[in-house]
């Protein structure tokens, strides 16, 4: 398929190909039990291709309404069955942490001398919380998503600036959602401060990429030696689009200390509009041969859809993902 693939001409691809596969039903390699169907009669849900487990970062969804149930909702209707679990306000809100009071202004610059007492007895409050917290509470989370047949590979806490009693509560509860590890932006001091709490658990401490690599002398090496439990959740398209390096060629060099992939389309740092979100086929990413490179040499790594290209008024999030989705099925299968 080329990388060139026009969206008209994807969709109408698609149309065509689901018109024929509901003459012969297909069927994934998706590990879950079957459940309700996303496309009715031609194949189950899961989001499983050729072996290649993808899914998305619920980040993708993050203009809809919250909550637990409408992220299970979004999961169930782009079919997808993987995810990487941006915990944001979420969890610990269905959890029963302390809520900011309503209102209350971002950041914390312009504050007055009272709204700083608030945030600071907030964040106090929160963090005995997040101390207190146990496994058994986070279980009754894990069963919604277990019920619908998703699971969670990553909690997106970015805890690296939490206090140590914080950065232990985030890899707890992690391991109690069923993740393989938390995930935080890459920096010298997140990795430090994570790595051993993420062996103290036998999870992961990933880290994920932005333009990073195309700052000179900049190099995963020197985060990887801090440990073993140090991985990477490497962001094809901010990789491309800051440096116009191939990613496959990272992924090769890498693969064994790759967790998961963050896929989007991308323009690249010499194009008109340099470095920009593209709909799905429309840019200059290898997207074909990143999915196929991982299917022929079977790394166990995720790929996770990370949205964030400008959606038109009659569309959506969910529904973009959706077609982002079976842009990927169409390359796999």
């Not at 879950?32 to 849900?45: D, L, Q, R, V």
């Not at 209707?77 to 990487?84: F, K, L, P, V, Y």
């Not at 600036?161 to 509860?173: G, M, Q």
């Not at 964030?308 to 842009?327: A, G, H, L």
């Amino acid at each position: 398929m080329s990388n060139k693939l026009s969206r008209r001409s994807f969709l109408s691809g698609s149309a065509s190909a689901l018109a024929a596969a509901s003459m012969t039903p297909l069927a994934t390699s998706c590990q879950t039990a079957p459940a309700a169907h996303s496309f009715p009669g031609i194949y189950e849900f899961g989001s499983k291709f050729g072996g290649v487990q993808t899914g998305c970062t619920t980040y993708s969804f993050r203009s809809m309404p919250g909550g637990l149930q409408n992220c299970i909702k979004y999961c169930r209707e782009t079919g997808i069955n993987s995810i990487e679990f941006r915990s944001g306000p979420d969890l610990e809100a269905y959890l029963g942490a302390p809520q900011m009071p309503n209102g209350f202004p971002g950041g914390n610059r312009g504050l007055t001398p009272e709204q700083e007492a608030i945030r600071d007895k907030y964040n106090a409050d929160l963090k005995a919380w997040r101390i207190a917290a146990t496994p058994e509470k986070v279980a009754t989370a894990k069963k919604l998503f277990d019920d619908a047949g998703i699971d969670i590979h990553i909690v997106k806490f970015t805890p690296g600036n939490w206090s140590d009693e914080e950065i232990d509560y985030a890899f707890r509860a992690a391991k109690a959602m069923g993740a393989r590890g938390v995930s935080e932006e890459i920096g010298e001091e997140a990795v430090r401060r994570m790595a051993p709490y993420a062996e103290k658990h036998g999870l992961y401490a990933i880290f994920h990429n932005h333009a990073q690599f195309a700052q000179e002398g900049f190099t995963a090496d020197q985060f990887l030696k801090v440990s073993p439990a140090v991985m990477l959740n490497f962001d094809t398209g901010h990789y491309f689009g800051s440096t116009g390096l191939d990613p496959c060629d990272f992924m090769r060099k890498y693969h064994d200390r790759i967790f998961s992939i963050h896929i989007k389309d991308k323009t690249g740092p010499n194009a008109v509009q340099r470095d920009a979100n593209q709909v799905f086929g429309q840019g200059e990413m290898k997207l074909d041969e990143i999915l196929l490179l991982l299917k022929k040499e079977g790394w166990p790594i995720y790929v996770d859809i990370e949205l964030e290209y400008d959606i038109k008024p009659w569309s959506n999030q969910v529904r973009e993902t959706k077609t982002c989705v079976q842009f990927m099925r169409n390359i796999l299968i």
